[in-house]
């Protein structure tokens, strides 16, 4: 992968999960939250209407982790844009262990939750953020 194209990817990944960190917080008072209710239902497997946002605590924490996602991503976009592009090793450097510490905690919580399918949610996002870092060749390489 190009270093150029590890950018772009990057910079889309970034923009598309800040966007469903905004679409989290907007299903607490649109009709996104049908679709919120699947994927919490999606987490707990099985597929059984068993778990929906509930109004109170639920919806707090929805929103504070939509919030949180949403920044989280701006972030990554901006580290994309301002550090990585022209430094791709300090990138690396800041991304991996910030990417490692969402996953991390976000995955051992989810098991400790009992929706062990948000660990299998998380791993392709994870994968879609690490995927450039690690598989870009560095732009010296490029231009020989």
């Not at 800040?18 to 917080?25: H, P, S, T």
């Not at 982790?65 to 990138?91: D, K, R």
């Amino acid at each position: 992968m190009t270093h150029t194209a590890a950018i772009r990817m990057l910079k889309t990944v970034s923009i598309l999960s800040a966007a469903f960190g905004l679409a989290m917080v907007l299903a607490l008072a649109s009709p996104l939250g049908a679709a919120l209710g699947l994927f919490i239902d999606l987490a707990f497997l099985p597929v059984d209407g068993g778990q929906a946002l509930t109004p109170g605590a639920a919806s707090l924490m929805t929103a504070i982790s939509g919030g949180l996602m949403c920044g989280f991503c701006v972030l990554i976009y901006l580290v994309t844009e301002h550090v990585y592009s022209s430094n791709p090793a300090l990138g690396r450097r800041l991304l991996i262990p910030a990417l490692l510490a969402w996953y991390i905690p976000d995955s051992l919580g989810s098991l400790a939750a009992g929706a062990w399918f948000n660990v299998v949610m998380n791993t392709p996002f994870l994968a879609l953020f690490l995927a450039p870092l690690m598989l870009a060749r560095p732009a010296a390489a490029q231009t020989a």
